[in-house]
């Protein structure tokens, strides 16, 4: 199984900074990494795809960045709304496997 | 655009089978693959599996040998069934319909609110 890492698992922030949160998996899986929000007793929502590919409706200020190993989720100036749990996910072989998550949590 | 509900038993006893549904509206499930993600409490996800639209499978290994996937067209449905059920099972399930790549699935892009299933006698 390929195992992901995130980093930080959690993350003190304010409204406005920018966040970084780091996705490694345990072997190259190309660009097929997606992240995922979840807020407190809500479903997944999909932010973004293949590593880069921002999903329809969501906020320009997330992006994604990475290929093979390594890759990054970036919130250019968080929201109030951004405080969150994020999980990345490798699909590039099964099983398919998410990262531990990293909890976002106001400064 | 799609939307996913999950209905079932909320409390199974130990040792039972789980059987929950997840019914699709405002598409098709003829054309896409469809998954089951679980949460235990606190904690991460967990993908369980998925079913493609011709029917075919794919399973978690760690849960393979109770698990079972399968689509009902007719209905518009897929269904999730966990054998030999324990405490550690409880979580809230998740359906997902999911993207496809090739032949492979890819990223789960609308997912159902969940439903909790508790295991206890």
């Known amino acids: 199984d390929i195992q992901m890492t995130q980093s930080p698992s959690s993350l003190s922030a304010s409204v406005g900074d920018r966040v970084t949160i780091t996705c490694r998996a345990s072997?190259?899986?190309?660009?097929?990494l997606h992240w995922y929000q979840q807020r407190p007793g809500k479903a997944p929502k999909l932010l973004i795809h293949?590593?880069?590919s921002l999903e329809s409706g969501v906020p320009s200020r997330f992006s994604g960045s990475g290929s093979g190993t390594d890759f990054t989720l970036t919130i250019s100036s968080l929201q109030p709304e951004d405080f969150a749990t994020y999980y990345c996910q490798q699909s590039y072989s099964t099983p398919v496997t998410f990262g531990q998550g990293t909890k976002l949590e106001i400064k | 655009q799609v939307q996913l509900q999950e209905s079932g038993p909320g409390l199974v006893k130990p040792s039972e089978t789980l059987s929950l549904t997840c019914t699709v509206s405002g598409g098709s499930i003829s054309h896409y693959y469809w998954s089951w993600i679980r949460q235990p409490p606190g904690k991460g996800l967990e993908w369980i599996g998925y079913v493609s639209y011709s029917g075919s499978t794919n399973y978690n290994p760690s849960l393979k040998s109770r698990v079972t996937i399968s689509l009902d067209t007719s209905k518009n449905q897929f269904s999730l069934k966990l054998g030999s059920v324990t405490a550690a099972d409880t979580a809230v399930y998740y359906c997902?319909?999911?993207?496809?790549?090739?032949?492979?699935?890819?990223?789960?892009?609308?997912w159902g609110q969940g439903t909790t299933v508790t295991v206890s006698s």
């Open positions: 997902a319909s999911t993207m496809i790549r090739g032949v492979k699935a890819d990223a789960m892009d609308v």
């Open positions: 293949v590593a880069s």
């Open positions: 072997q190259s899986i190309s660009s097929y």
